[in-house]
């Protein structure tokens, strides 16, 4: 249940980032609330999965997962550019979450 309850987490903090690129600085009212709300809705969702889920491996996957997902929402939705420097860094943080995750089963 700890993994379902991190897979809310993502799309919460995913949802959230998304909309507060899309309050403009908090100065549109209904993607500022969507903001507040999608992070509290995550942390939320955060702390359930501590329960079950060590804190280095759920904090791992949370952030990078996160990132991973809005650098292609970055592409997606803002026509942000595909460098190779960013493939590599995402690159890089999946291989951090499976490293962490690997290293944290013994």
Same mark, same amino acid.
């Given at each position: 249940m700890g993994y379902v309850t991190l897979a809310g987490a993502i799309a919460a903090e995913v949802a959230a980032t998304t %909309?507060?690129? #899309?309050s403009h600085g908090f100065t549109r009212l209904w993607p500022s609330l969507?903001? %507040?709300?999608? #992070?509290v809705v995550s942390f939320s969702l955060l702390s359930r999965t501590l329960k079950t889920v060590g804190i280095g491996t759920a904090y791992a996957i949370w952030s990078g997962v996160g990132t991973a997902a809005m650098a292609v929402l970055g592409l997606l939705l803002f026509g942000e550019a595909l460098t190779l420097t960013k493939v590599a860094g995402i690159l890089l943080i999946v291989a951090g979450v499976v490293v962490l995750n690997v290293g944290g089963a013994h």
């Open positions: %909309a507060m690129k #899309y969507v903001t %507040a709300l999608g #992070y």
